[in-house]
């Protein structure tokens, strides 16, 4: 795949379900019990590290420093990185290919959701339904965040476990919910774990140069046909509410779905919601006509 080894791990029969983790987390950020909850609903549910994350292969190629990324991102200038989200999609495409899968439903958070959409725009015909949570269109004006929240995301990277552990319980704590909040001790053994099986603050910078230099997809949005459904949290302080709207509104037919109280996270409190929209999704998927690629003029 690219010259990319992706690790993975399969659950479960049913419906092939394809989770796309989100900037620089690994895919034991999916809680076990969140899987089993999918499984229990007749998903075949695959997880993996994208590139330059967990077990899965390191770029190694060098790049700015993230606020001055960023600041390069809002003010609308070029962004050179060593990837873009399209690479990262045809990655998760060829997991598809390796795991013999034609068309797979795809769910993604954060960047996870903005490399749905550009599977669901580049290769339609491998999505069975799209569902993009706490995510935008890459639009510049859909960066802007809650102060909080820019300054969780962009914390100096830590030097020991202890201070994995600790960032990541500050970054969800700044990020995280009102009704649902996040669940601090699962996290905090489960920073440790990541740290344990793969501590690469690196990766995370590419994967943000990734999302800056892809630009935005609202152009292209317009275009997704495949039955669709975005979700997003009403108190989300680092992707702001209007950004999943934004999504939703440019993607014909799309379902828009916004939980009170929600964050930046999927805590347990969240996890019905987002079984009965990915069951719904699914449902929609399967009365949806078979999908015929357009001709090329």
């Given at each position: 795949m690219n010259d990319i080894e992706l690790e993975y791990e399969v659950r479960g029969e049913g419906e092939?379900?394809?989770l796309v983790m989100g900037l620089g987390a690994q895919m034991i950020l999916w809680p076990d019990a969140f899987v089993d909850v999918l499984v229990k609903r007749g998903f075949r549910v695959i997880t993996f590290d994208n590139r330059d994350c967990g077990l899965s292969t390191k770029v190694r190629a060098r790049i700015g420093d993230p606020r001055k990324l960023m600041a390069r991102r809002?003010?609308?200038?070029?962004?050179?990185?060593?990837?873009?989200l399209s690479d990262m999609a045809d990655d998760a495409i060829g997991l598809l290919d390796r795991l013999g899968i034609e068309r797979a439903h795809v769910a993604g958070v954060s960047m996870g959701g903005m490399i749905a959409q550009t599977?669901?725009?580049?290769?339609?015909?491998?999505?069975?339904?799209?569902t993009s949570i706490m995510s935008s269109t890459g639009a510049r004006r859909h960066l802007v965040t809650k102060p909080r929240a820019l300054k969780a995301l962009l914390r100096e990277r830590p030097a020991d476990r202890a201070a994995a552990i600790e960032g990541a319980v500050a970054f969800f704590d700044a990020c995280g919910g009102t009704t649902h909040r996040p669940d601090f001790d699962w996290l905090r053994d489960t920073a440790g774990r990541a740290y344990d099986r793969a501590f690469y603050p690196a990766g995370f910078v590419?994967?943000?140069?990734?999302?800056?230099?892809s630009g935005g997809r609202l152009p292209m949005l317009p275009s997704v046909r495949v039955p669709t459904t975005v979700i997003h949290g009403t108190v989300d302080p680092l992707i702001l509410p209007r950004a999943g709207a934004?999504?939703?509104a440019a993607i014909p037919g799309a379902r828009f779905v916004s939980i009170r109280g929600m964050g930046h996270d999927i805590p347990s409190t969240t996890w019905g919601t987002l079984g009965d929209e990915l069951e719904r999704v699914r449902d929609r998927a399967m009365r949806a006509p078979p999908f015929v690629m357009p001709k090329t003029p």
């Open positions: 092939p379900l394809l809002l003010l609308g200038q070029p962004i050179t990185a060593p990837y873009t599977m669901a725009i580049a290769r339609p015909e491998r999505l069975k339904s799209l590419r994967q943000l140069g990734a999302i800056l230099a934004a999504t939703a």
